[in-house]
């Protein structure tokens, strides 16, 4: 009868359990010579660790770097410390590293561990006995050898940045017997001298090469120093107990005088710069504010009272004349109509029409008489001529179908004829 069937996913689970439940792989140290080593973009780094019958695949995550003191490369001699877990997904075993040393340093190692642990706890790494750094140091103090890289760097940092800043060297031993020591007397010898800042520090070298920057004495010199210290010791991977009681760690020694230093000719530089773009923007302003004046005063001008006076005779005048220009469009217009009513009332005027042969009758009571039938024989009329009038008597009345009537005398007289008809005669 065939057992039970199991898939690859569960047999991995049941091997990673395996190996979780082995308390030794939790907390294992592996002694074997570095290969493959990649650092990835990520911050992990992958490597191999292999001796003369095997090989083992390991990876450091980026959140345990901080248990690496140095770079590593193919062929370094390690001892990694960290645990064996199972990677799931393909079945394989790996070592995941949380501290990496070389081999032949892993007792300096645990004796730094110890004695930073002992440091911090008596306080001398704590933030409040920090000093700040003063940003215009003149006078720098250096505890380094005088023959290393490190004073060249900083000599040629300092030239390059502040030409004028003052730097006193202490040439002290750096590494091998009696360098612990001789590194604290220079410390508290150019802290009595009285310098700005301090820079205390050495190229990168292995554990051994650093370790008189681990010792007691020293770290003890600079936490007791007045004198703001900066720690300058190695590549920026090296780490030191110097580092953390220093007031400031540089992760070089051109670091350290690049933090030191005061970069005045860069200064220098800015402050031209700045001087120009003022300069600029001061004319810009000026500008501005003459075309503002200009405005102002052109728009003062337009508002001066003596121009608005000025604008308003002219407007005045401008008013006169158009006014003139209407009345005697006006007096033209009256004069044309006045000739026209001129010439029908001429048309109509007695006077005219007497002058051309008419006459105007009335009667005594002063009526017009514009009919015969309203005129009797003897009736005294007053005939008006264009020149003078007369007085006459009618002698005889005409009817509009010509018959006759009596005749009255001119002088008042009405006499009639054989006929029955009267005749006028003149008095």
Known sequence: MMGNIYSVAQVNTYIRNMFAQDFMLHHIRVRGEVSNC????????????????????????????????????DGDKVIVTGSVEVYERDGKYQLYAREITREGAGDLW??????????????????????????????????????????????????????????????ALVQGEGAAADIARGIRTLDAFGVDVLIVGR?????????????????RAIFECETPVISAVGHETDTTIADFVADLRAPTPSAAAELAVFDFLGAKERL?????????????????????????????????????????????ADLAGRLDELMERRMQSCRHRLALMSGRLEGLSPVKKLAGGFSYVEDQNGRAVTDASQTACGEELSIHLYKGSLGVTVTEVRSEDGRTGETADAGGELFGNRDGDHTAREG
């Open 38 to 73: 990649k650092y990835h973009t990520s911050g992990h780094i992958f490597f191999t660790l292999k001796d003369a019958s095997g090989t083992i695949a390991a990876i450091m995550f980026a959140g345990n770097r901080g248990g690496l003191a140095f770079r590593m490369k």
């Open 110 to 171: 645990l004796r730094f561990e110890e004695r930073k642990r002992e440091l911090e706890e008596m306080g001398m790494f704590a933030a409040e006995y920090k000093r700040p750094v003063p940003r215009f140091a003149t006078r720098i103090g250096i505890v380094t050898a005088a023959t290393g890289a490190a004073i060249q760097d900083i000599r040629n940092i300092a030239a390059r940045r502040n030409p004028y800043v003052q730097l006193f060297l202490y040439s």
């Open 203 to 219: 190229g990168g070298g292995s554990i051994e090469e650093l370790w008189a920057f681990n010792e007691v004495e020293v770290a």
């Open 272 to 316: 031209a710069s700045y001087e120009s773009r003022l300069q600029r923007l001061m004319r810009q302003h000026l500008t501005l504010l003459q075309m503002r004046a200009a405005h102002a005063k052109e728009k003062l001008r337009y508002l001066c009272p003596e121009n608005r006076l000025r604008e308003k005779r002219r407007y005045t």
